[in-house]
Each structure stands twice: as structure tokens, then as C-alpha cells.
């Protein structure tokens, strides 16, 4: 696990990360979202150990990014936002230059290399010169070559940054299955619709950590647990819905309940306790629902919400 302890760094009268708490547990993408410029790279090159923290601490596997910091750079992998291929060398040959900086033996690397060229779907192109690859290939290699040693934390920093979309998918579905293997994936990005696709958490950003949880669990912290639901609007008789939603708000549990025409929304901690009552109540008065669906809203919705007062209040982090 990744476990980080009020870590900061000032750039003299400048301060980039400011006193971050979180862990990040084995098997998990987690998604650091914020603006340009927020500090999401800052606080990566620490956990990296290729800038030193100005106060804090943190540990990656229980390795002390202050004490061990040539051990954690020999066990994670990382890929800059710049990959920084050699790309008159074929894919197998970067792989297999990298591997022998990490001093994986020979025979052992070779294997690797046919492997990851498989996964990667870059076998037919393993002795080509990188320079003719497409630039989600090259993405594609590079996340190979960060992962050429088998590390168990994995930081990819803007990994689909200037990507098309069929690159997108393809450096999405890699980094799936990095996940699948039980790796962390600590994913800086201002791509929020990445970010909601990859992320199994995500902490909004900006110097600090501002809010953390599943998409579903920030929008259920800013806007709380509510269920619409759309009534027959040909049935919408007079005083009904009104004399239906003055029992509803009387159910335990039920903090709200107002309509919109012909949706109905009701606000409830725990609204399957509550639903069955809400449906039973509602066709009594004669407007039985049409369906009923949680409401969402957008990581869009969140992410604005939360970067645009700065703060998060009620929400985990």
C-alpha cells in the first residue's frame, strides 16, 4: 500500500503540495484529478523519490521514501508525462536496454520482453524502429518498458494526454489489466473522462486533497442519497401528488421529498429502506411510477463543484 502522512513541498515562497494524507491499497487505480499545474506531478516525483519532500512522510510498501529512496526506485515504475523513448532503437531493444539497467538476467529478460510485446499487441512491430510507431503504440511501449521489472506501484502521470481516441481506448484497456493483476495504479490526469472510466477512487486535487471516494461516493457527499421517480403524467390528478408527498416526507428515514411536473425526487440516507413505502404510497393515491432510478450526476458536476469552493465539506478524505 501506498500510505502518505501530511507530505508537502515548497519551491521557495511557493508552496506545490500542500500537507497530503491518503493511502492507496493493492489492486486499486487510484486517480489524482486536478488542474494544470495543481501539483499532481510534484506529489508523484516525491512518492518516486526524484524530489525530496519539504515536511511529511509516506512509505510505498513500507519502503521510506526518505530512506529508501534507491530501493523504491528499483521497485515501482513510473512514466513521465514525456516518455523519453529511444526511438531509433526498436521496441525490443528499449525494453531490453531498460531491463538491463534494472538487472534482470538475460534469459529471464527475453522472456519478458516477448510477453509484454504480446500483451501489448506490439509483437508485429518489435523490430521496428519506434520512430514509425503511432503515438499510441509508443504509449503503449512506454507503459511496458515502466513495467519491464515487475513493479508492484505503478505512477503513470497524463498516460492519454494528446492521445486520439482509439489510442485512448488502448493505453485504458493496458492499464485494466495492470489492475487486473493486483498492481496500485496511482494515475495523475485532468481528464475527467478517463478518470471516471479507470479509477476505482479518486482524490480531487488542487495542493492538497480536497475531497476522495468513488465518483457515485462524491456526488453522494455534495448532493446525498436521492431517488427519481417518473410518474404517469396522464394521471397526475389534481391535489393528488401533493396530498401523496406530504406522506412520503412522513416516512422514517424520508429528509425530503418535492416534485417537478411528473418526477418525483426523494432524499433518504438509505432509500431502499424507504423505496418499497414511497412505491405502495404513490399507487394508493392512484400515479403508481413508471420507473425509478437513482440520481447521478457527472464526475464533470463533482469535480467543478468541489475545485469551485475549494474545499469539501463531509466528504472522506
Known sequence: ?????????RFGPL???????????DGEVFGLLGPNGAGKTTLV???????????????????????DRALIRSKIGYLPETPGLYEDLTPAQNLRFFGELHGIEREGLEQRIDRLLEEFSLSRRRNDAVSTLSKGMRQKLAIARAI?????????????SGLDPEARAMVREV?????????IIFLNTHNLDEAEKLCDRIGIFNSRILAVGSPAELSRGLWGEKVVFRLPADRLE????????ERIRRIPGVLDAHSDGDVLKIAAPEPDRVNQEVVRILTESGIPPVYINEEKHSLEEVYHRIIGRGCADGLSV
Not at 49 to 58: F, K, Q, W
Open 45 to 67: 516525483r516525491m512518492l518516486a523519490c526524484l524530489i525530496e519532500p519539504t515536511e511529511g512522510a509516506a512509505t510505498l510498501n513500507g519502503m521510506d521514501i526518505r530512506r
Open 15 to 25: 508552496t506545490a503540495v500542500d500537507s497530503v494524507y491518503l493511502d492507496v491499497s
Open 238 to 245: 389534481e391535489g393528488a401528488l401533493e396530498v401523496a408527498i
Open 148 to 160: 519491464i521489472h515487475e513493479p508492484s506501484v505503478i505512477f503513470l502521470d497524463e498516460p492519454t
Open 175 to 183: 492499464i485494466g489489466g495492470l489492475r487486473d493483476e493486483g498492481r
Open 1 to 9: 500500500m501506498i500510505h502518505i502522512e501530511g507530505l508537502t513541498r
